[in-house]
């Protein structure tokens, strides 16, 4: 990590699952409309992205991080007693992109929320081993196994804090949010009849992020919800070239007002 300083413009990026590709159409526009965030924080899939960034990635970059076949891989069925999916291949393939295992050696500063197991708590992660902090941050209960840090056991980030914004307040003077999981209220009908327990569990998730996040987009200065990102399901890998597009479509029509800010 870099040493600490107050940067224009910090940029906080939620989990999301698949929807995360929208994070990149965001810093696509930002960069073009020359609004750089200079300091990131990141949840669950804004961990990856938020890493990407601050490694000094491009966008195109990023998006071939994400649509890589090789990335199939990082989420193949891997049955234990503790999950369903396991990460190992996701340390690989950041190293592909990242040289260096290091929050210190990233161009820009980055937080990483996870969440302990033991504690109960939102951990902000800002140094040492980068790879562990966006597996741990990136590991949804159930779904993937936890990541063992020091002697701890953490899962994803979003669980507890799924968009670690305040954790950039004090650091910057403009602050974005980019909130990939909106309030949405389904129709009665949609729990008629048999449900999968997935499905219940995906919008029980849902619900529970919303809550947390309430206090994070209090204290931005911008929130950027991509238009229609509810539309898309997490886990809906097959939309990717759609969800960078409405992300950059969305931020591009907030220029004006995002322009306004004090830079």
Known sequence: MKDQFTAKIGIALSGGGARG????GVLRALLELGMEPEIVSGASAGSIVGALYAAGLPPSRMREFVESASLLRAIKPGMSTKGLISL???RQ???EYISEDSFEALRLPLSIAVCNLHSGKTEIVESGKLFEAVMASSAIPLVFNPVEMNG???VDGGLLTNLPARALRPRCQVLIGVNLMPEVELPPGKFKGMMSWAAIATRCFQLSVVQNSRADLEVCDHVIEPEGIDRYHVFQFGKL????EIGYRTTMAMASQLSGSSF
């Not at 590709?21 to 990149?24: E, V």
């Open 21 to 24: 590709m929208a994070h990149i």
């Open 88 to 90: 190992s291949y996701l």
């Open 93 to 95: 393939h950041l190293a």
């Open 241 to 244: 070239d759609e969800l960078e």
């Open 152 to 154: 701890q056991m953490y």
